[in-house]
């Protein structure tokens, strides 16, 4: 097909139609299935937008309870897959650890969960688990004794109970369940679509999410709120943000947490997470990421005119609540996997195998020669 256009990346192609998630890039709107992300993050908690995604409409009080009843009840990790987290070297990366974890829990599923009709459980399942797995293998690394997971406490609780041994406070628990509100999906970025091409060969659920957490771990999609730290880490303070930004600018170096494929103007979510760091830095009486946020906020937009993205500010956040640096990507995993499925749900109802065409442009027409005659 040459002389076709060729866009590098899917730039702005449309490839199928959804109804879970829509982005309005230049008016800085998030919604999913008709609700705005902000309403959503200071009305809702994860379990709800979850089933909002899953099921198409907000559950109500019988919906919910039943619910959140499945979810705690799925959270305890198969016997076996406990044993391979503990075998798993501990100087893994724990994305590594998590792409691994999913493959092998479709290995101790019931068989009916392997199919693309009753997927809904194995959405449920890996929901409720991935915090397990995460929580776990980091407890494992470090030499600790894993925490199990409680009935008593909500998705964003629990994991910062698992994390560390201690009951997290209701507002370190609601500062992470709205983060993870705001990571649940985003339409078909890179992640999302490796899942629905993986489901549109009609392979099971947990293939599609093993292909997702494998397509997050790249570091030009997950990671970014990581580099975002180390950066903080290079600036001692304030004053010395503007000649550091402007010399990585004069080295043509992208600063991480600005710009985005789709958002013309502020990220909703960088809007929340903002206030949301602030808040925390208040609390913990520790301003200096806040006030490096804010100064490199100013310096960027001044300099490039970019705007922040959800990644400026959701480490920071993370940090503040003690959750170590090389867990945010899987953090996001354990946000994304509800987006995740609802995507390998729906392409399933409507499905069409994936298959798209690339332009050739390699030569055509060469001459085999026998192997004893060729040269150069």
């Keep these: 097909m040459q002389g076709s256009p060729v866009y590098r990346g899917l730039a702005d192609v449309v490839v199928t139609t959804s109804q879970i998630t829509f982005i309005d890039g230049k008016q800085g709107r998030l919604i999913y299935r008709g ?21 198409g409409h907000l559950p109500r009080p019988e919906e919910f309870a039943r619910l959140k009843e499945r ?14 987290l503990r075998a798993i070297p501990r100087n893994s990366s724990p994305m590594e650890v998590l792409r691994t974890a999913v493959s092998a829990l479709s290995s101790f599923e019931p068989p009916e969960e392997q199919k693309p009709e009753s997927s809904i459980g194995g959405a449920l399942r890996l929901t409720a688990v991935l915090p397990t797995i995460v929580a776990t293998f980091h407890r494992l690394r470090n030499g600790q004794d894993p925490v199990p997971p409680r009935k008593d406490l909500g998705h964003a609780a629990n994991f910062l109970y698992m994390l560390s041994g201690r009951l997290p406070s209701e507002e370190d628990a609601r500062i992470l369940d709205v983060a993870l509100i705001l990571h649940a999906d985003h339409e078909l970025n890179a992640s999302t679509f490796a899942a629905r091409v993986t489901a549109s060969t009609l392979s099971d659920l947990y293939s ?7 397509t997050l771990k790249g570091p030009l999609h997950g990671g970014a709120n990581e580099r975002v730290m180390d950066m ?7 004053d010395k943000v503007e000649p550091y930004i402007t010399a990585k600018l004069a080295r043509h170096e992208k600063i991480m947490g600005f710009g985005h494929r789709v958002y013309k103007v502020e990220d909703p979510r960088a809007t929340i997470l903002r206030e949301y760091s602030r808040r925390l830095a208040e609390q913990r009486q520790d301003r200096r990421y806040y006030d490096l946020l804010r100064t490199v906020e100013e310096v960027v937009h001044r300099e490039k005119g970019l705007y922040p993205n959800v990644d ?32 390998v749900l729906e392409e399933y109802a409507d499905n069409r195998l ?19 005659r060729r040269t150069g």
């Design 35 to 55: 609700y705005d992300i902000r309403d959503l993050a200071t009305h809702s908690s994860f379990e709800e937008v979850a089933y909002l995604l899953w099921y």
């Design 71 to 84: 979810l705690t009840s799925l959270r305890t990790l198969p016997d076996g897959l406990g044993a391979i």
């Design 208 to 214: 599609a999410v093993t292909s997702a957490i494998g």
């Design 232 to 238: 903080l880490e290079e600036i001692p303070s304030p």
């Design 312 to 343: 400026l500010y959701s480490g920071s956040v993370y940090t503040l609540l003690g959750i170590p640096k090389d867990l945010f990507t899987p953090v996001f995993a354990i946000s994304r996997v509800a987006g995740w499925t609802a995507h």
């Design 354 to 372: 994936i298959r798209p065409m690339a332009e050739y442009t390699g030569p055509v027409d060469l001459v085999w020669t026998p192997l004893d």
